[in-house]
């Protein structure tokens, strides 16, 4: 049963409002700053705690937040005092909207801000591990929401240093449903992979509107969620527009063997671009800072999800490096069949080949430093005095007007000596061009497409839906579909092309805005260029 909270300090320069939550050991209560004038959120530890351990770990947790709440994705914290009442409370930004796990059990998180709010906060654990900190504690409700709509790490409580990993014992108020395998084993571990675990079972959360390991309708006490946790197979996400590319992420991240997993926070946010990209969606910025050291020489390296990470004092890997190397996760999650534009573990290589030439379309050349223009003069050695290279005959016209020469004489001999000697060849009859000559049925339709919404269009921003379908009977690899919006209006047009799809059976495509009754066209196509009948799939909610 839920204690209630304790009465709110009398703090100078603050004037209470309300109460914001209770935990174990603090109560969060609203405040409004007096200068400058703002709201503030402010943890109050209890007085009723006499345990000097928890007193130091609530001071921990005021240091660690300070030293990494420069970061655009944690909770910043502006002070930290004791009370007039000899109580310790840490003075931090208030997040106004409803946190994660409020929102994940009683709305439908889209798979969009799903991925944005995985990419974020894994810049923010990855900055917490450059600066030697493991937290511990990532869930959804330790993930606030800003005025700017924009993810906040928060509750630093139980974090500990990254060497501290094989130390563990005496932690408290680890959050079971979201905690890895290892912080249950005699003796409990931890490293950065946990908390790669978390991260993971955390986006898994927002999707599933569940906890990872819980199971509607069964017992989901503590004991059975750790047996599952260290025993049971993660289940897939039960949602058609989460795609298999993202499954496979968390499935990763979530392996029992730590070792298993992405080696980093970064690695994990790495993948979940990769999503984005498969999508079509808008790659999320990701922000790491290493305070470990100066930063090594720039490598110069031009790759879109490099430019979507902006870590300073620090080089990264490049991201396309992983497409050249043997999948190192195969044995975890089975690698997706085919290659797809964007997928974790595909390469980029259209934009790599794009990113090789000048915007003029012209290729560029590296030379060692110093080196002479191609095909100029060595002037720097006439300056010194020495003599100009004599210039030499060039006979290549010559030899080519031969070989040309040459060319001519023995087609003309061969003509002569067929018109003389060689009887003309019997005419053969042909059959006309491009007509079919056996009676190929044409393929079977596209089965049960279905249309649901992935992106909300609202002011300003287009929507976007995912068309699927089953493949027909008689099928060919060689055969494609072809998907487009029905019956698009003036102004429309682009809507209405249709847009071909080989190996696959979705397609994720803008929607035509403000529009009634919107319906996308499927057909199967064969080699030969015969077509199915047109199915069609509407949205739902056009009535």
Known sequence: MARPPQAPPELAGYSYETVLGSGGFADVFLYRQQRPQRRVAIKVLLSTVLDESVARQFEGEANVMASLSTHPSIVAIYAAEVSADHRPYIVMEYCSRPNYGVRFRRERITVTEALRVGVQIAGAVETAHRAGILHRDIKPANILV????????????????????????????????????????????????????????????????????????QRNSATDLIQRISTEPLLPLDRPDVPPELGRVLAVAMA??????????????????????????????????????????????????????????????????????????????????????????????????????????????????????????????????????ERTTRTWPWIVLAAVLVVLLGVGTTIGVRALVVEPEPVTATSPVNVPTGGAEPPGEPVDPKVVVITEESEGVTGRAKVTWGVPEGYTEDDFFRVRWKDMPDNYEKFGEWTEQHGRSSEVRDMPPNLKDRCLEVQTVSPDGQSSGIVEACLEDDG
């Open 146 to 217: 800003t005025d700017y709509n924009r993810p906040a790490l928060t509750d630093f409580g139980i974090s500990i240093a990254t060497t501290g990993g094989q130390d563990i014992e005496d932690s408290q108020g680890l959050s079971i449903p979201w905690s890895p395998p290892e912080f249950f084993t005699d003796p409990p571990r931890a490293d950065v992979r946990s908390d790669v675990f978390s991260l993971a079972a955390t986006i898994y959360s927002l999707l599933a509107s569940a906890t990872p390991f819980e199971r509607r309708g």
């Open 256 to 389: 029992k063997d730590p070792q298993a997993r992405y080696p980093s926070a970064l690695d994990l946010g790495r993948a979940l671009q990769q999503v984005e990209l498969g999508l079509s969606l808008p790659v999320t910025q990701m922000d790491v800072l290493d305070e470990r050291g100066p930063a090594p020489e720039e490598q110069g390296q031009d790759d879109e999800l490099e430019a979507h990470t902006r870590i300073r004092r620090v080089s990264t890997v490049d991201p396309e490096e992983s497409s050249r190397r043997l999948d190192r996760f195969a044995g975890v999650a089975p690698a997706l069949s085919g290659p797809r534009h964007g997928s974790p573990g595909s390469g980029a290589s259209a934009h790599s080949a794009a990113s090789a030439a000048e915007p003029g379309g012209e290729s560029t050349v590296l030379r060692p430093a110093g080196a002479a223009p191609l095909g100029a003069t060595p002037l720097a050695a006439t300056a010194a005095g020495g003599a100009a290279p």
